[in-house]
Nanobody, 122 residues
Framework: QVQLVESGGGLVQAGGSLRLSCAPS????????MGWFRQAPGKEREFVAA????????YYADSVKGRFTISRDNAKNTVYLQLNSLKPDDTAVYYC???????????????WGQGTQVTVSS
């Protein structure tokens, strides 16, 4: 069982930046591929970014490509999502997700965090 804890959310003005962190529990973080998702009020959860267990590639939703960066530090058991050039439309609860093995994609994650709120003011 993997428990995921997100942090780093907050209130920021449009054009600003935030860095989200996700620290899974357990000793085998390096075996898990990770994803970030978000859910805005009244909308369905949507995929944001993904990175496989070895970090050899990344994958982004078109809506965040060029503004957000996913990365991981297996030595620190942490995955990050750097959010730059934020827009009010980026306002949402952001969730990290994990699945064991090599995977880069938007589906089939087995473990989810509780989420962290990101609010972008205009």
């Amino acid at each position: 069982q993997v428990q995921l804890v997100e942090s780093g959310g907050g209130l920021v003005q449009a054009g600003g930046s935030l860095r989200l962190s996700c620290a899974p529990s357990g000793r085998t973080f390096s075996s898990y591929s990770m994803g970030w998702f978000r859910q805005a009020p009244g909308k369905e959860r949507e995929f944001v970014a993904a990175i496989p267990w070895n970090g050899d590639m990344t994958y982004y939703a078109d809506s965040v490509k060029g503004r957000f960066t996913i990365s991981r530090d297996n030595a620190k058991n942490t995955v990050y999502l750097q959010l730059n050039s934020l827009k009010p439309d980026d306002t949402a609860v952001y969730y990290c997700a994990a699945r064991i093995g090599y995977y880069v994609g938007a589906e089939r994650y087995d473990y989810w965090g509780q989420g962290t709120q990101v609010t972008v003011s205009s």
